[in-house]
DNA sequence: CCCATTAAGTCTTGAAATAAGACTGAGTCA
DNA sequence: TGACTCAGTCTTATTTCAAGACTTAATGGG
């Protein structure tokens, strides 16, 4: 299988994939969840080939994921902005980045922490259950088919 | 900067990729999810090169996602299982499934559901903060330099 | 006017990674 | 014996990436 062809599976996580599992899509996203916003701001931070870049930031707006936005005319010149579907991704990127800390904790700790503004409070992210509200634990996940499978292969 | 020495960035959220960031990495481990664990049936149900297959789960032996367990002596042959740190990244992944099904809903409905044994029912994967509990809004994130933060660059 | 600078890309080139599938080696099964 | 299983390895052609030079349009200073 090629990975282009990731979009058209039947399965969510590889067509997740295909939105945001290129190399680089997600350290941009960090990026722009530190409010990072312009080409060359983004470009210097992760030290990316512009080329590369230039894809991730067109992929990354034609999956809605991003919105190009003038911010002058003469010349044109534009900045990237999360749209809420972007957004939707930052609870998500904070789980993987605890996923890591706690695992491979540096010396000092985690370079970089997350307060949620609501309650003030550095926090981690902990996944729930949409249903009973407790903390998920891995081994009570049970993957089974739902409405919208076509044989067996699926997630 | 080169992808490969993405694991000696000091953001969390690079060192994280550098594990499981890679093309096909969390498609292997969705597989692992569904109980997959030997190396022809990751082939089959993925379709990607041997090759690669093999060096993804080379890798995440070697950072302890998985464990490679003899399962016979003659001849040697092994199948693949996965760690508590492996098993950490399961809500991750059900949480990026329910993303990509809230803004990509197939006309029939997701093909995968997730049921919490514990409470017996299917669930989405909900954010909440280790601190207060509530539900994680995406705009009440903010990002600011922890303990490990070296310059200024982080995640 | 002339030159430097900024910003958002595009282009080029050589180096890596991937896709597809043939091949290998040890052992089992009939 | 010959077909088959399993877990890889190898080969080749194609794609993608890394690094940095180049482009275009405008601004600011001397």
Redesign the pocket.
Known sequence: ????DLGDEECSLARALAVVG???TLLVLREAFLRVR????FQARL?????????R?KHLVEHGVLR?VA?QD??P???YRLTDKGLGLHPLLVGLVNWVDAHYAGKNGPPLLHRHVTCGHDFRSVMTCSECGEAIDPRAIAPHAGPGARKKKAS
Do not use: H, Q, S
């Open positions: 299988m090629r990975w282009r290129d190399r680089w312009r080409f060359d701001d030290g990316i080939a512009r080329r590369v870049l230039t894809e930031l190009k911010y003469a010349p010149r534009f900045e």
